[in-house]
């Protein structure tokens, strides 16, 4: 019985959509037409007037801004003071000379290896 049901609710979907039908669209071109012989050529119409050319000298310049103030210069910083000298140290004492050698008899050179 539950079949029978579905089965006939399917039926009466598809027999109701297949009444509603668009129409077919045709396409019928537009006839075609053949020109006939061209016409004689139309006279030259008549040449336009000069347009107006000036010849007046170029306008005067406009009149300069006016200048703007100088600005406040700032003050000078007072001069620091000079700072004090330090002493000259004390002179060192001169040491003692030595004795000039005694000259020898033989000199020998004693020339070491560079390694």
Same mark, same amino acid.
């Given at each position: ?21 668009e129409p077919a669209v ?5 006839? *075609? &037409?053949?020109?006939? =012989? #061209?016409? @004689?050529?139309? /006279? !030259? +119409? %008549?040449?336009?007037? $000069?347009?107006?050319?000036? *010849? &007046?000298?170029?306008? =005067? #310049?406009? @009149?300069?801004? /006016? !200048? +703007? %103030?100088?600005?406040? $210069? ?28 005694e000259a020898g008899e ?10």
């Open positions: 019985m539950k079949h029978m049901i579905i089965i006939s609710a399917l039926f009466a979907a598809f027999s109701l959509t297949g009444c509603e039908r045709v396409y019928v071109p537009p006839a *075609t &037409t053949t020109a006939g =012989p #061209a016409g @004689a050529t139309g /006279a !030259t +119409g %008549a040449t336009g007037a $000069t347009g107006y050319i000036s *010849t &007046t000298a170029q306008g =005067p #310049a406009g @009149a300069t801004g /006016a !200048t +703007g %103030a100088t600005g406040a $210069t700032g003050h000078t910083g007072a001069q620091g003071n000079e700072g004090v000298q330090g002493n000259d140290g004390a002179q060192g004492y001169q040491g003692k000379t030595g004795n000039t050698g033989n000199t020998t050179v004693i020339v070491t290896p560079a390694q």
